[in-house]
Nanobody, 125 residues
Framework: VQLQAYGGGLVQAGGSLRLSCEAS????????ITWFRQAPGKEREGVIC????????YYINSVKGQFTVFRDNANNTVYLQMNSLKTEDTGVYYC???????????????????WGQGTQVTVSS
């Protein structure tokens, strides 16, 4: 399993970005897909977990109403739509796969496979 996040860049505060997560050797709808981010000097944290059905997603409180996740099965891609970006959203964003969105989806990284290199998101003030 190998996942790769794309679409990062530099954006002003209040702007939007859409990241994409693509996979090789794995069909994304067969697993839960979680987006993570890692800010400079901080631990990697889960942001959103989409369950395998695609019907449910779990968010950390700080991105509720700001980030959304959706899946395009035809293109085997999961997207992270980020709106109203803040400087604290800056970091490297990753996507990874697991069997389900567990109760520890946001902070136990060992349950995930397919870590790619991530994509840098920089939000300027």
């Amino acid at each position: 399993v190998q996942l790769q996040a794309y679409g990062g860049g530099l954006v002003q505060a209040g702007g939007s970005l859409r990241l994409s997560c693509e996979a090789s050797g794995f069909t994304l709808k067969n697993g839960a897909i979680t987006w993570f981010r890692q800010a400079p000097g901080k631990e990697r944290e889960g942001v959103i977990c989409m369950d395998p059905s695609g019907a449910y997603a779990y968010y950390i409180n700080s991105v509720k109403g700001q980030f959304t996740v959706f899946r395009d099965n035809a293109n085997n891609t999961v997207y992270l739509q980020m709106n109203s970006l803040k400087t604290e959203d800056t970091g490297v964003y990753y996507c990874a796969a697991s069997d389900r969105c567990s109760s520890t989806w946001y902070n136990i990284l060992s349950q995930y496979d397919g870590w790619g290199q991530g994509t840098q998101v920089t939000v300027s003030s």
